[in-house]
């Protein structure tokens, strides 16, 4: 164990367990706001988001245009999010970054799509990569 002149390891040394999760669905029908995945730090530990990826598809249309979107919200707020303002077939919205930082014990990440549309269908792609490590 490398302690670095530290009188306890890095967070990387404390018992670090990676953990994905996430949502596909393919053709999903106008909805309200869903939480489609989510997870809550377990107590005694913290997490480090490693990393988020969205990608939002219109797979069919209907006459009358809504808003979907999907968004990654790890407990102090949205910090991801794609939209789709597009009646099109394929069009596309998506993002996704690596190393975005930590969260703490007791806090909530949550994945969510919406689809405001009257008709048509919509791709969703979630995922999040966390690593759990002792406080």
């Given at each position: 164990m490398d302690t670095r002149g530290y009188s306890?390891?890095?967070w990387a040394e404390r018992r670090p367990v990676r953990y994905a999760n996430g949502y596909e669905n393919v053709n999903?029908?106008?909805h309200g706001q869903a939480a489609v995945a989510q997870d809550t730090v377990p107590?005694?530990?913290r997490a480090w988001?490693?990393?988020m990826w969205i990608e939002v598809t219109r797979h069919s249309v209907y006459t009358t245009l809504g808003e979907c979107w999907a968004e990654i919200d790890p407990g102090q707020g949205t910090?991801?999010?794609c939209r789709i303002v597009a009646n099109t077939v394929g069009a596309q919205s998506h993002w996704g970054?690596?190393?975005a930082g930590f969260i703490e014990e007791g806090q909530t990440i949550m994945a969510v799509t919406?689809?405001?549309d009257v008709g048509g269908t919509v791709d969703y792609h979630l995922n999040y990569q966390l690593?759990?490590?002792d406080k």
């Open positions: 306890r390891p890095p999903e029908g106008p107590t005694g530990r988001i490693a990393s910090m991801l999010q970054f690596t190393d919406v689809d405001a690593v759990y490590y």
